[in-house]
């Protein structure tokens, strides 16, 4: 019996985007572990010809409107707003 095992994630900073691609790859991977345990070799022959849909929409459109001197006053708002004081 298949199972529907489709995901869908939504990241709205770049740490969250990060972490969202890096989930996908270890449940692709644990999946394979699963059905194939203990045989990297065989894992890898089977990643090769698996078949997994994977769809990526990324919009960088607000990122870079950020500037270095933006981001230095933004990092410096937020550590006042957090209480965070430099040496």
Do not use: Y
């Not at 199972?3 to 691609?21: D, I």
């Not at 644990?30 to 070799?41: F, R």
Request: no cysteine; net charge negative.
């Amino acid at each position: 019996m298949t199972q529907n095992l489709t995901f869908k994630w939504t990241g709205t900073t770049a740490e969250e985007a990060n972490t969202l691609l890096g989930a996908a790859q270890e449940m692709i991977s644990a999946h394979l572990k699963a059905l194939v345990p203990g045989d990297q070799m065989d894992r890898w022959k089977l990643a090769k010809v698996a078949p997994v849909v994977l769809r990526v929409e990324l919009d960088l459109s607000a990122l870079s409107a950020f500037t270095p001197e933006g981001t230095r006053e933004l990092i410096q708002g937020l550590k006042g707003e957090l209480g965070i004081t430099e040496d």
